[in-house]
């Protein structure tokens, strides 16, 4: 069954300073912290305008909840928790700082029926995270990560390519690293300069170089191909569109687009595919076949891959649609088929 999101913004409560790149009032779109009967009102009205039955999970994001003083944190998971015991939600989850986590707020949470914990990751690399003014380090995420693992908590981590100070180098090792703690799950948000933050002045002063939306696509898809790869389920790549993130005089730089998700995908496939494509001899035609969920991500974000294929090889192709499970392609010349697999790390097999 489908799950729903009821987001619970609470921008910037409980965070102990502002991170060089983070505006929340502007990514969220909300001010303020809503009362508890803000929180039954908006839980009733998303629940009710569902025309479909699907699973419903409150969640407190935009700020560091588990660090917000505990009466607020109690007042904003008590509608929630009533609502997970009426059946009227099936979930309760929560971003926070990987240093605001110790065994009591994991009871205290757990005592709300909450079970999953999105940690801030944004960088493994301890000298990207003091740039970036985080005031934790790489230990604290691996300690966090451990300790919501004993509690059993579902872990998620977020991940922000392109801080200040990241090179290749580094973002390899901060992937390698998020590959050996195996967060249950990993949202990828490519760095967007912010107005009202410090990095939009150090972005101004010159002395940050924002990535561009090519540069951010390739470093998430480098990221999210390892993640899946490793079993990482990656729920998210870019930030949600708003129509404060919409206007330009608000995204000043770097790598913002609402079509990052596409993006990321169409680089993956696209990658994936042509080089196979590419090892194949000319001659017979070569028929590609995909799943109809899987059609921009096959053929490119507006096509790219189709006419990448159509200038770059020497074979004629034809793209359709077919009883192909999503995430696999199947490439058939004359009487041979491969199966590809694009979130894994086999290559293609002959079937
Ligand atoms: S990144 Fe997280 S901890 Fe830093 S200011 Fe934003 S919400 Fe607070």
Not at 321 to 338: A, F, N
């Amino acid at each position: 069954m489908q799950t729903s999101i009821i987001p619970i913004f609470i921008p910037h409560i409980g965070c102990p300073h502002r991170c060089v790149f983070c505006n929340q009032w502007q990514i969220t779109g909300h001010r303020g912290v809503p009362s508890p009967d803000e929180v039954r009102r908006l839980i009733a009205s998303y629940t009710a305008s569902a025309r479909t039955p699907r699973r419903w999970e409150v969640a407190f994001y935009g700020g560091s909840f588990t660090a917000i003083p505990v009466e607020i944190q109690e007042g904003l998971l008590q509608p929630a928790h009533e609502a997970l015991m009426a059946g009227t939600i099936d979930g309760i989850r929560c971003s926070t700082r990987p240093d605001c986590i110790t065994p009591a707020i994991l009871e205290r949470l757990q005592g709300y029926g909450l079970t999953c914990v999105e940690l801030g990751v944004q960088s493994m690399d301890d000298d990207v995270l003091t740039k970036a003014r985080r005031g934790h380090t790489a230990g604290d995420v691996v300690a966090a990560t451990e300790l919501l693992r004993q509690y059993g908590f579902t872990v998620g981590h977020q991940l922000m390519p392109g801080l200040p100070g990241e090179d290749w180098d580094s973002l390899v090792r901060t992937t390698d690293a998020i590959c050996r703690l195996q967060p249950d799950l990993a949202r990828i948000y490519p760095v967007a300069v912010l107005t009202g933050t410090d990095l939009a002045d150090s972005w101004r002063a010159g002395c940050y170089h924002a990535l561009t939306i090519h540069e951010g696509v390739v470093r998430a898809a480098y990221m999210k191909q390892r993640f899946l790869e490793q079993g990482i389920n990656c729920i998210r790549t870019g930030l949600q569109a708003t129509e404060d993130l919409d206007d330009d005089t608000q995204v000043l730089a770097g790598a913002y687009t609402p079509a990052m998700g596409e993006l990321v995908d169409t680089r993956r496939y696209g990658r994936q595919l042509l080089s196979f494509l590419r090892s194949l001899p000319a001659g017979p035609g070569i028929t590609i076949c995909y799943n109809r969920r899987d059609t921009s991500r096959v053929r490119g974000y507006r096509n790219v891959t189709v006419k990448t294929a159509r200038w770059s090889l020497p074979h004629r192709l034809t793209w359709r649609q077919d009883e192909v499970p999503v995430g696999h392609i199947r490439v058939c010349q004359g009487r041979t088929s491969y199966d590809l697999d694009v979130n894994s790390k086999t290559g293609p097999t002959m079937i």
